[in-house]
Every structure is written in C-alpha cells, then in structure tokens.
C-alpha cells in the first residue's frame, strides 16, 4: 500500500521563474492539501483540493495555483518565484470529512537562488 | 486570523524523565491534531481530539483537550530515545488547519 509520494524530492530554481511540484495521494484518498515548511517553522497551509476544486485557501498570493486530476494526483504551481519561497512543501492527502488526519510525503525541498 | 502558539520551543531531556508540551490558540477550535516529525522526516499523524475535556492515551503518550477547547497538551512519561523529534500540534477553527510551531524534544542517553 503506497503512502504519499512526491516529485520531485528536490529542486533548484532562481528568481522569477516558475515551478510546478506533484503529488498522487495515499490510496483510498481522495483529498490533497498543500503545505508550506520554512526551516524551524510548522507546516503552512495553502490550499486543499477535493473532487478537482480548490475548497479552501490559506493566506497565500495568486501566485500559488495548483490542480486536481480525475486520479486524485495533484501539482502545486508557483510562479514568479521569490527568495521567500524556499522552502520544504508538503503534500498530504485524506479521506474527505471535517478534518480528518493527514498523511504528509516525504516532501520537495526548493531551493531559489 | 487564527493563532496556534506551542509552547517550549525546544526541550532537553535525560532518557527516563518526562516532556510535557503546550498548545493555545486564539480561538475555539473544532479539533485539535498531533504530529511527530522525525528530522529529515515528514509530519506523522499521531492523533485527533474533538470533545471538550477529552484525554486519550498512547502507550506512554498522553494527549489532552481543554474545556474551553483553546488549549492542549501532550505528555510523554519515561522519554526514550526513539522519541527525538518535533512535536507539532495543528488545530482547526473553520476547515483549515492551523500548525504551531513545534517544540523539539532532545533525548540524552
């Protein structure tokens, strides 16, 4: 039974460009949240999809997008890219309902120079 | 906006003695969740509350839900050194979870 899996595990970009992250869920899940981790710093939240929508949104700019496929996989895009934006993202998924617990990938670790 | 505040930041432990860590928030929460990141690791789920007051135990792992459901706790008794991580709790007021920041046990054998 694969858990959470993410690509890719590290990335490199530099400022301004753009960068698009992925993620398939845990199987039976079919919710998919995004998260943000700056060094020493909890998870963020930026945005959960389910049934290929975007139902909630953290306190992140336009400039964070992201999609949901009929497969429940999901991409988180970021464009415009900052120095900010170092950082780990992690993606967890679950099963739809209030707040159910999240399992987390191993997580993409981006490195803007 | 909804503030999660985890208190110590960091906690120095012997192998054997206890480690209590603290979580308030700002505002009433729906449930409140528990973490354990490994370093180097993803957050692992450890476990949910929802009821005002509620207590649950894991083996030497003891989680709490205050009244008001602002605060709560999570208490490991005997430490050991497989317990080294950050312990983060992430709670709820609407749908969005809130993580606090972490507090990080150190094990010393």
Not at chain 1, 47 to 59: I, K, L, S, V, W
Request: charged fraction near 15%.
């Amino acid at each position: 039974d694969a858990g959470v899996t993410q690509s890719p595990t590290h990335l490199i970009k530099t400022r301004g460009q753009q960068v698009t992250l992925r993620c398939s869920p845990k199987s039976g899940h079919d919710t998919v949240s995004w998260y943000q981790q700056a060094l020493g710093q909890g998870p963020q939240f930026i945005f959960q999809y389910y049934e290929e929508e975007e139902r909630q949104r953290g306190n992140f700019p336009d400039r964070f997008s992201g999609h949901q496929f009929p497969n429940y996989s999901s991409e988180l895009n970021v464009n415009a890219l900052l120095l900010g934006d170092s950082a780990l993202y992690l993606c967890a998924s679950s099963r739809r309902g209030v707040l159910q617990p999240q399992h987390f990938g191993d997580g993409t670790r981006l490195s803007i120079l | 906006g909804q503030q999660v505040m985890q208190i110590p930041q960091y906690q120095h432990v012997q192998e054997g003695e206890d480690f209590t860590t603290y979580c308030n928030s700002s505002t009433t929460l729906s449930n409140i969740q528990w973490y354990k990141q490994r370093p180097g690791g993803h957050p692992v789920f450890l476990i949910q509350l929802v009821k005002s007051g509620e207590v649950k135990k894991q083996k030497r792992l003891t989680f709490q839900f205050g009244e008001a459901k602002k605060n709560s706790s999570l208490h490991i008794t005997a430490t050991q050194t497989t317990d080294v991580g950050t312990y983060f709790c992430a709670g709820a007021e609407s749908y969005i979870p809130t993580f606090g920041r972490g507090t990080s046990l150190i094990v010393h054998p």
